[in-house]
T-cell receptor, first 114, second 110 residues
Framework: NAGVTQTPKFQVLKTGQSMTLQCAQD?????MYWYRQDPGMGLRLIYY???????DKGEVPNGYNVSRLNKREFSLRLESAAPSQTSVYFC?????????????FGNGTRLTVT | GQSLEQPSEVTAVEGAIVQINCTYQ??????LSWYQQHDGGAPTFLSY????GLEETGRFSSFLSRSDSYGYLLLQELQMKDSASYFC???????????FGKGTRLHILP
């Protein structure tokens, strides 16, 4: 039982390059989330998806796009990376609006944009 | 919108009790959660409150007052391994958005 799997674990990009962060969960959860974490800023929500086929903007969506490919997979795309997007990215999943259903996090992707 | 406030750092002594407070503002509230994160790791779930009152899980307890938009995490019998960052988070019952506070770094002195 893998839980939430994120790939890659580490990535270095040059400014202007594009990449897609992959996330998959095997817990049959409806809701999936992408967060970024910067020192002193906590976890900030980029995009989320409460069900297959729906996505919504979070707190810091600019510069990102997402795709809820199916119930298991939720990808995050940087079309033209910028140094300000250097961060640790976490994917998470949960049951939708379920009492006491916690977020399950992947291990994170450490992204550096030079 | 939603926002959460929690202290940036707290220091306590091994074996003691520490309380980490969290105040929140949200339009639709479904519950307050707490997560722990060790350096270099992913956040892990600690506790959840949807109703007023105290929830206890071993050495950790969490409290919620919905009328005051306030909650806290209580850690008892502190151990060095409790040195970590702690985050409160609110879940919106309208759209399932989950927003985190900026986190509280807990330092434990021997």
């Amino acid at each position: 039982n893998a839980g939430v799997t994120q790939t890659p674990k580490f990535q270095v990009l040059k400014t202007g390059q594009s990449m897609t962060l992959q996330c998959a969960q095997d817990m049959n959860h409806n809701s999936m989330y992408w967060y970024r974490q910067d020192p002193g800023m906590g976890l900030r929500l980029i995009y989320y998806s409460a069900s297959e086929g729906t996505t919504d903007k979070g707190e810091v969506p600019n510069g990102y796009n997402v795709s809820r490919l199916n119930k298991r997979e939720f990808s995050l795309r940087l079309e033209s990376a910028a140094p300000s997007q250097t961060s640790v990215y976490f994917c998470a999943s949960s049951e939708v609006r379920a009492y006491n259903s916690p977020l399950h996090f992947g291990n994170g992707t450490r992204l550096t944009v030079t | 919108g939603q926002s959460l406030e929690q202290p940036s750092e707290v220091t306590a002594v091994e074996g003691a009790i520490v309380q980490i407070n969290c105040t929140y503002q949200t339009s639709g509230f479904y519950g307050l959660s707490w997560y722990q994160q060790h350096d270099g790791g992913a956040p892990t779930f600690l506790s959840y409150n949807a109703l007023d009152g105290l929830e206890e899980t071993g050495r950790f307890s969490s409290f919620l007052s919905r009328s005051d938009s306030y909650g806290y995490l209580l850690l008892q019998e502190l151990q060095m391994k409790d040195s970590a960052s702690y985050f409160c988070a609110v879940r919106d019952n309208r759209d399932d958005k989950i927003i985190f506070g900026k986190g509280t770094r807990l330092h434990i002195l021997p």
